[in-house]
């Protein structure tokens, strides 16, 4: 009889048991607590500086965009200041020449009145600084009448300090009154205005027959240009 119980072949290998830990090829040491600490906190701080340059940024496009919407003080002074640059001039009459029976130019009182690139000479003439064409007004009130001459004023024009007058404008106003009113006080006033082409260097005057008819009030007697 053939022995079924006996073979030759080695007993199959016992498995492992679950309990039993498998072996590590490469042991590798786990990262001490001390040197992790630098680490979190290189992370963290590159963190905390990408947000401070992001709202860094913010700010700073915001605060730009409003800034170019909005005009700065220095370029309102500057608009200011191109504003009072303006050529004009608006003269105040000065009662030095109160009295005075002569015909004669007016006198501006000087520390009143308001001028812009425009000069004056002798407190009756105003001096153009710059060409172009100006628009020229002049009011003269009279309060008393001439019983031969009238009631006229003129704007005269010379091209030098010394040289000839020429008349540009002219005005004249009426003081009648009828006998039975002769004790009310009346007034009459000659205004012009014309525009005048003017040079450099050109002198602008009020010129009246008798100066004691004029009546001197600041706000009565006026005269004054602005070029164009």
Excluded at 43 to 67: A, D, I, R
Excluded at 93 to 109: F, N, Y
Excluded at 140 to 162: C, G, N, Y
Aim: charged share 15%; proline share 8%.
């Amino acid at each position: 009889m053939i022995n079924t119980y006996q073979t030759s072949l080695a007993p199959p290998p016992v498995p492992p048991r679950l309990n039993r830990s498998h072996p590590v090829l490469i042991p590798t040491p786990l990262p001490s607590p001390g040197h992790s600490k630098p680490l979190i906190r290189f992370l963290v701080g590159v963190v905390v500086l990408h947000l401070l340059l992001s709202v860094g940024g913010f700010v700073y496009l915001y605060y730009n965009e409003k800034m170019e919407r909005t005009p700065s003080p220095a370029g309102h002074a500057a608009f200011s200041s191109s504003e009072e640059q303006k050529t004009m001039a608006g003269m105040v009459v000065d009662r030095q020449t109160a009295g005075k029976t002569i015909s004669g130019h007016l006198m501006w009182d000087m520390d009143h009145s308001i001028r812009s690139n425009i000069n004056y000479y002798r407190e009756s003439w105003l001096t153009i600084l710059q060409p172009g064409d100006y628009y020229v007004y002049s009011m003269v009130t009279f309060s008393k009448s001439d019983s031969i001459l009238p009631l006229a004023s003129r704007v005269m024009l010379r091209k030098t300090e010394k040289g000839g007058e020429t008349a540009v404008m002219q005005a004249s106003c009426s003081l009648y009154r009828p006998p039975e009113k002769v004790s009310i006080p009346h007034l009459c006033t000659a205004t012009q205005g014309k525009v005048v082409r003017l040079e450099t260097g050109d002198q602008l005057s009020v010129w009246v027959q008798n100066l004691s008819l004029v009546d001197y009030d600041i706000i009565a007697t006026t005269f004054g240009m602005y070029k164009l």
